[in-house]
């Protein structure tokens, strides 16, 4: 009898309100201190650092960038030597694609998702921390060894045989392919957790088209991630064993095949741009809607434009390898292809623009960066466009024309929205509002200090001038437009400088945002900004695609977990029916142990081959801490 | 300051002056068949996705100005208007379709026109070297052919076929004024019809990342009228001039004697290395170091005494000379004409 009253104590249902959120809090709690910090499962905390270290390294690629312009500024200069420069460009490709966008995208789903699915955690929440330290350490080995003088200098594509161990001595291809190997391990394991997280973890009630259009983005992302990495990890493994087991994948003199790597490559390389960009995307579907006050037009579509764009993603790689000689036949398949992304791509920019067209458009800082979005990536879009088609590809390929392209997709795709995320969900993260003032300021600098700077990169292309060349010599056109291009660096630098003050300054003395600043429709907001420890006192029950807005504040609730217990909710796949309470785990130290061994063989590894053996067995002992039961009541339920 | 550094310094302005015309390494002055064609598909793509550009500016111009206003509360959806934005969005997506479908279309029949080869065409081997370019021209008779460097001269109005290789690392050809880039990859042979309307000179250079000197890759392209592009063929295949007085015999020979005649080749004397760039006929070429500086004996003492500071981490290694010996080797190499 007793033992009925403890265990219904403990339940929710049991508790008034601030007995259970004190409870909740004590049992989904960080401990304070290092330890704690080090330990935390707490995806909101680690989608915070994951997020600050992303970053941070975009501010660490943006001056490698500002250097190269310096050194491009006028021909012939002798800023930075080609030696120093090579290492730069790749630092920078490198830098951009595996240490911030592919990351902060991520992230911002670690972030994001379990709060807009209406669960408490992460699936594997140990996973992603691993995953956290594991992302660190690969930016810190790349970054280390470039403050050594031993960043890789073979581009972010390293392709062979420069790459390889005849024309590449030292140890710098092999930092590159094994940066490779720490961002992918972290990038497949966030995707791991976002897949099933988003599978079983929804709120009671949100059947599949109930999904917000974020949630959608990151799942399709995540199974692109989960695709594609396996490609690029076979790559840079088989480069590593070239280089230095002597195996002759990559050597065409011992029948291997030089091309084999850019297949390989870019198989992966192509989905890559979409694992950047459709987070972004559904970031605009998820601003559209808040900023038009009316749910985003064409959910269906604009569903089935992200999963098309996901498996089209993988139909397109050989429009990087145009020039290479393929049969002819086969260079028109994937201009065929590479074109026909334009039509989910374009499915989404109609949707988006008739929803502003219906709705009331509000002109915050968040919907001024979907405006920069729309009218930068449509032309990136129509450059996109232009490459695939062979002929046209065969006198821009490789040259500035193409630096122009990818930066309009990815800065003006991914990076303006991301922006603008940001300004729409720092209410959530810090529970203060950024500032409009500031806000308008950075907008404006990078919107025209992007234009500046890329537009022109389209017309030195045309006339001729290459990629990845560290100079040029004074009696070609190129001066006067690339001194141009660097002053206009300039002003894009100044307007990610006003962000980042915005973003320091607002996060300590920004005004109160209260729960939902922006009046948004989905269930991040249905909880206090910060969110709790527990993220949700009551897990929701959904009703609708927009619950915040259809269900008028007025959510049914979930009642019966555990309170003295991580416990979450799962649900069935597609009607998400309520089908059993599942424990969730506690904090624990070993994943970043686990992350230290793995990072020492991995490092190891790029001088000794026996480094595989040895340095297995640390790996093999944090494993087994990590999952030794501990006789917690989440290890027992 | 070194003697090599003053010449360097005496260089300068001639490498400012070099150079023919300012557009003569472009897409957009197109001279050859192949480019006229590619800038014809360009200009077409271009102007129509400006178009589409400029139409969905002024749909989103538009969407967000009709009835921007101040904050309120979120609105009902009218199913009548959401199935008429319907039927306009997929008539959008379907004008989507078919420019695109147009534009596949139109750049299969690009490369159609531009990948049929004459019956007569020259054919001329290019290997790509970190960084120079071999040059070999090829015939039905091995007797006439010969080899050269970082320069290719053309005759007029024919299609010349290049026949490209990789000998270490992967480059690209690539002389937009006259066609689009090729890769040269070790362990394949690639090919390029190449093609120039009118005599001139057209600069090139390689476009796939090589390492160090990727930037001073530059290739030459000359196109002669026939009886030119013949007397050049023959000038070309005669090994190379004796010397003609005693400052550049006392060149040639210290040439000979120091490890300059261990990479290069000057055909008609014992010098046949094979490691750099043929130098039998260096010193009629427009250019040296792979499009770097314009020949004159100056460039090439310059070029000679200090490689590594013009073009740095380049194969050529600095072999010390006296000021006479630089003296007469650079007269002499620049007299081979």
């Known amino acids: ?637 | 300051m070194s003697p090599g550094f003053r010449l360097l310094l005496s260089v300068i302005p001639f490498a400012l002056l070099g150079g023919c015309s300012s557009n003569w390494q472009s897409a957009l002055q197109a001279h050859g068949g192949p480019a006229i064609s590619l800038k014809q598909l360009i200009i077409l793509i271009v102007a129509i996705c400006s178009v589409v550009w400029a139409l969905v500016m002024v749909a989103m111009i538009h969407a967000l100005w009709r009835r921007r206003q101040a904050w309120r509360a979120p609105m009902e959806l009218i199913p009548r208007r959401e199935r008429r934005m319907g039927v306009i969005v997929t008539g959008c997506v379907g004008a989507t379709a078919v420019i695109i479908a147009g534009f596949t279309v139109a750049s299969f029949l690009t490369t159609r026109t531009i990948s049929v080869p004459g019956k007569d065409d020259l054919t001329i081997r290019i290997r790509g070297l970190q960084w120079w370019w071999g040059v070999e021209y090829l015939g039905p008779d091995p007797a006439r052919r010969f080899e050269t460097a970082n320069e290719i001269h053309i005759p007029v109005q024919r299609n010349v076929r290049l026949v490209l290789e990789g000998d270490d690392v992967i480059h690209s050809f690539w002389v937009p004024s006259l066609a689009g880039k090729q890769d040269l990859i070790p362990g394949r042979i690639n090919e390029i019809i190449v093609r120039a309307e009118h005599p001139g000179t057209y600069r090139g250079q390689c476009a796939e990342f090589c390492g160090l000197q990727h930037a001073h890759m530059g290739i030459v392209v000359i196109a002669d009228t026939p009886e030119d592009f013949a007397k050049w063929v023959d000038a070309q295949r005669a090994p190379a001039a004796q010397a003609s007085d005693e400052a550049v015999a006392a060149g040639r020979d210290t040439f000979m004697g120091k490890p300059c005649a261990g990479c290069h080749t000057i055909r008609g004397t014992q010098a046949a290395g094979t490691t750099g760039p043929d130098l039998t006929h260096v010193g009629g070429r427009a250019f040296i170091a792979a499009g770097l500086l314009a020949t004159t004996q100056g460039s090439l003492a310059a070029w000679i005494a200090d490689p590594q500071t013009l073009k740095p981490g380049n194969n050529m290694p600095l072999v010390p000379l006296t000021p006479d010996e630089l003296r007469a080797v650079s007269a002499y190499l620049a007299s081979l004409k």
């Open chain 1, 1 to 637: 009898m007793t033992e009925t009253i403890a265990r219904a104590q403990i339940l929710d249902t049991a508790l008034e309100r601030p007995r259970l959120t004190s409870q909740l809090a004590q049992t989904w709690k960080t401990e304070s201190g290092l330890w704690g910090a080090l330990a935390t499962v707490d995806h909101k905390i680690i989608g915070r650092r994951y997020i600050t270290t992303a970053f941070v390294f975009l501010a660490l690629g943006g001056v490698l960038a500002i250097l190269m312009r310096l050194q491009l500024a006028s021909p012939e200069a002798r800023v930075i030597g080609p030696d120093r420069y090579n290492q730069i460009f790749t630092m920078h490709g490198a830098n951009m694609m595996f240490l911030f966008a592919v990351p902060v995208m991520e992230a911002m789903g670690v972030y994001l998702v379990p709060l807009m699915l209406g669960t408490r955690n992460i699936a594997f929440p140990r996973l992603n921390a691993f995953s956290y330290w594991i992302f660190l350490a690969g930016g810190l080995v790349l970054w280390i060894s470039f403050a050594l003088d031993m960043g890789p200098d073979v581009g972010w594509f390293a392709y062979v045989p420069l790459s390889g161990p005849q024309y590449a001595p030292g140890k710098r291809a092999d930092i590159w392919a094994q940066m490779i190997t720490f961002t992918e391990v972290a990038a497949l394991a966030v995707a791991v957790e976002i897949v099933v997280t988003v599978f079983k973890q929804r709120a009671p009630g949100m059947s599949l088209d109930r999904i917000p259009l974020f949630v959608w983005a990151m799942l399709v992302t995540s199974f692109v991630v989960i695709m594609a990495m396996p490609a690029i990890m076979i790559a840079s493994t088989s480069l590593i064993l070239d280089r230095l087991i002597g195996t002759h994948f990559y050597n065409p003199a011992e029948g291997g095949d030089v091309l084999l790597w850019q297949h390989l490559f870019w198989f992966f390389g192509h989905p890559e741009v979409y694992i950047i960009f459709l987070p972004a995307v559904g970031m605009v579907s998820t601003m559209v809607a808040t900023f038009s006050r009316r749910p985003v037009f064409g959910y269906l579509a604009l569903v089935m434009a992200l999963i098309a764009t996901g498996i089209l993603a993988f139909g397109l790689w050989v429009h990087h390898m145009f020039t290479t000689g393929l049969p002819r036949l086969g260079e028109s398949f994937f201009t065929a292809s590479s074109m026909a992304i334009a039509v989910p791509a374009g499915i989404q920019i109609f949707c988006w623009i008739a929803t502003l067209w219906d709705g009331r458009p509000v002109f915050k800082t968040p919907l001024l960066f979907v405006i920069g979005f729309i009218v930068t990536f449509v032309m990136g879009g129509l450059t996109g466009v232009m490459v695939a088609s062979v002929p046209f590809d065969t006198q821009v390929h490789d040259t500035y024309f193409v630096v122009a392209h990818f930066h309009y997709v990815l800065i003006g795709g991914a990076v303006f929205p991301l922006l603008g995320a940001v300004y729409y969900w720092f209410p959530k993260f810090t529970g203060r509002m950024m500032s409009e003032r500031l806000g308008r300021w950075a907008f404006w600098l990078i919107f025209i200090g992007f234009h500046c700077t890329f537009f022109p990169m389209h017309v030195l292309g045309l006339e001729g001038m290459p990629r990845r060349i560290y100079t040029y010599q004074p009696d070609l056109p190129w001066h006067g437009l690339n001194l141009f291009v660097s002053a206009s660096a300039a002003v894009l630098a100044a307007g990610f400088i006003v962000f980042f003050i915005d973003v320091f300054v607002s996060a300590r003395s920004g005004n109160p945002a209260g729960d939902n600043p922006w009046d948004a429709p989905t269930l991040e907001w249905a909880t206090s900004s910060p969110p709790p420890a527990y993220n949700f006192a009551h897990i929701p029950v959904v009703g609708s695609a927009n619950p915040l807005w259809e269900q008028q504040g007025s959510l049914d609730v979930a009642n019966g977990l555990h309170t003295d217990r991580r416990e979450i909710v799962i649900t069935t796949l597609t009607t998400a029916e309520p089908q059993a309470r599942e424990s969730s785990p506690q904090n624990s130290i070993w994943p970043l142990f686990a992350a230290i061994a793995t990072s020492i063989m991995l490092v190891w590894s790029i001088f000794s081959p026996w480094a595989v053996v040895w340095g297995s067995i640390p790996v093999a002992i944090t494993l087994v801490g990590w999952f030794w039961p501990k006789g917690t009541p989440e290890d027992e339920a």
